[in-house]
């Protein structure tokens, strides 16, 4: 049993471990764009706008890999959850989320040649459906950790973030005179940036032992210490 548990601990770090990895690439990768692409106005130019001509292919790479990214996070939170607080839903809108954005990212590859008028249409509910689930899904993990006390500490702050994010779509998609660009970015700032902070949060957890990681074995409640007679 215990050997189990390294044995899943280890997996797990290095699922963390290839999450934030990926997380910082993209970051560099889109961050690096705005620089390299000086025929796009980075305030009114959308990321998306970054998969066509130079560069393209490192960014729907880099698309693959964040969306692969939400997807192992996603399901190594559920598993470390306990009680209450493993729920089903929020890594299952993580993994929409992600294969919105993979479709948007492959779909960009070919479609816009081979099928131009179902291109826009693809892309459209692709991106609308990735940024949706995955805000509502960083919110709902978020309560997930207010109802787990190993995450505690971190549920207050990723709750406020979340909500900011998901503020933030929505004002990105309502008020249409504003810069897109800037607009989307900021948006995809505060995703990332949410991701970041918990996938760190959860490798340092796998770090404390597996005790605290994947809880005593009895259904998530925690052992009371027992008072011994001297």
Request: hydrophobic share 55%; proline share 5%; with cysteine.
């Amino acid at each position: 049993m215990q050997a189990n548990r390294h044995s899943t601990q280890r997996r797990q770090q290095l699922g963390l471990a290839l999450v934030t990895t990926a997380l910082l690439l993209f970051v560099i990768c889109a961050t690096w764009l705005q620089f390299a692409r000086v025929d796009l106005d980075w305030a009114w130019a959308t990321l998306s706008l970054y998969l066509h001509g130079p560069h393209g292919l490192l960014l729907r790479v880099a698309y693959c890999l964040l969306a692969l990214a939400i997807g192992v996070l996603a399901w190594t939170l559920h598993a470390q959850a306990q009680g209450v607080a493993r729920r089903g839903l929020p890594p299952a809108l993580f993994t929409v989320a992600g294969l919105g954005l993979a479709t948007v990212a492959i779909g960009d590859s070919w479609l816009p040649e081979h099928a131009p008028l179902l291109a826009p249409l693809v892309h459209g509910l692709s991106a609308q459906t990735a940024f949706l689930c995955v805000t509502v899904a960083m919110l709902l993990q978020a309560w997930c950790f207010g109802r787990d006390p190993r995450w505690s500490s971190l549920h207050r702050l990723s709750w406020w973030w979340a909500w900011l994010a998901f503020a933030g779509l929505w004002l990105h998609v309502l008020w249409r005179a504003s810069p897109r660009g800037l607009g989307q970015k900021l948006v995809i700032a505060l995703v990332v940036g949410w991701l970041l902070m918990v996938a760190i949060a959860a490798w340092r957890r796998l770090h404390k032992g597996p005790a605290e990681t994947f809880g005593s074995g009895h259904n998530g409640d925690t052992i009371q210490p027992r008072e011994t007679t001297p």
